[in-house]
Structures are given as structure tokens and as C-alpha cells.
């Protein structure tokens, strides 16, 4: 999404670390301050129009996330998962976290799946990996309001290729500055109800 004549443009980059056995991650949550820019008592908030995530990997060559999860040292199947989203409502399991969740402003899944020649451990008998990435346009394209922080979620489960690490997760977003009305208050809370 193209930069508007009244938009900011925010960046945060937050760390998350990856269990050393399972290369799991529970939910953990980031905090991106929006103290600058948003009031209830101004009425000044923000239309959220576009947020983008960058998963990184610093320990790993140019600091990318690897395009395989998995370390492929187990024969069989073997699957790795990553959930990051932007929130205003922090949720306690990250199962119940989805497109249709109240205050869910956009979410991004990575899924690898790999599937392993049982005699001979180390070559991969095919990998499939997938991006879902629901964007703020997708589920919010005229902007979503906030008046509080925004919550940045990551969870991971079986990470192997990653063990052991301090991940980090770059972030920025588009936002136009705005008055909030009681009419735009009162549309928040019923989605915060919605579901």
C-alpha cells in the first residue's frame, strides 16, 4: 500500500526465543506503543491501514528465516508452524486466535511439512511449505481504528531447524492519524462482542 499525504509510517522489531529441545514457542505477546498518537481524551486515534510482518532469523545467513523449519535428522513426517498477529485484545491460547476473532486485525501462518525416507534419514522425501497471510486490506479495507496499543502474538511449534535461538519479528505499519467519534467508539466495542 502506497504511503497517504497524512499517513505514519511506524516500525518495531521484536524477540522471541525458540525452546531448545522442541523448537516450540508459546504465546508470547510484543507491545507496539501508540501513546503518540492516540487519545480517548482528544478523541485521537489511528485507521490502521496496513501492518507487515518479517520474520528473522539473526543467527541464521543475511538474518533470513529459513525457508524449511525443520532440521530433517528424523525420518518420517515432521510439520513446524508459526502464528504471528496484530491484536488490540490479547488472547490467552493461541489456538483461538483466526480471521474471525474479535480485534484481530491480521495474521500471518507458515506451515512446513516434510515427509522423510524412513531408510535414509537426511533426505527429504518432499517438503511442502505455505504462507496464509491475511492482510489489513483483507479483513479491514477501510483501516481499522485503535485507541490503545497494538499487540503483536508469535507463537511457534517445532521449529527444530531453529532451537535454541533468539528469533526476532520486524514490523511496520501504515496508519492515518484521526478524530474518533462516540459513533466509531461504539463500532469498536461490538466487534470487540462480535463472534
Request: with cysteine; proline share 5%.
Amino acid at each position: 500500500m502506497a504511503k497517504g499525504s497524512r499517513d505514519v509510517i511506524l516500525r518495531d522489531r521484536l524477540q522471541f526465543d525458540i525452546d531448545a529441545v522442541t523448537g516450540d514457542t508459546a504465546l508470547v505477546y510484543g507491545r507496539v506503543d501508540m501513546s503518540d498518537y492516540v487519545s480517548i481524551v482528544k478523541n485521537e486515534g489511528l485507521a490502521i491501514k496496513e501492518i507487515r510482518f518479517q520474520p528473522r532469523a539473526p543467527d541464521q545467513v543475511l538474518g533470513d528465516w529459513p525457508q524449511w523449519m525443520i532440521d530433517f535428522t528424523a525420518p518420517g513426517a515432521e510439520s513446524a508452524n508459526l502464528k504471528i498477529f496484530a491484536t488490540t485484545t490479547a488472547y490467552e491460547n493461541v489456538a483461538d486466535v483466526g480471521i474471525g476473532s474479535p480485534n484481530v486485525i491480521c495474521l500471518l501462518n507458515r506451515q512446513c511439512t516434510q515427509l522423510q525416507d524412513g531408510a535414509a534419514p537426511g533426505l527429504s522425501g518432499g517438503t511442502v511449505t505455505e504462507w496464509n497471510w491475511y492482510g489489513t486490506p483483507d479483513l479491514h479495507p477501510e483501516g481499522y481504528d485503535i485507541v490503545t496499543d497494538l499487540l503483536i502474538g508469535v507463537a511457534a511449534n517445532g521449529v527444530t531447524r531453529l532451537q535454541g535461538t533468539t528469533a526476532e519479528l520486524d514490523i511496520m505499519i501504515i496508519a492515518e492519524p484521526k478524530k474518533i467519534t462516540s459513533k466509531d467508539l461504539t463500532q469498536m466495542l461490538t466487534q470487540a462482542q462480535d463472534l
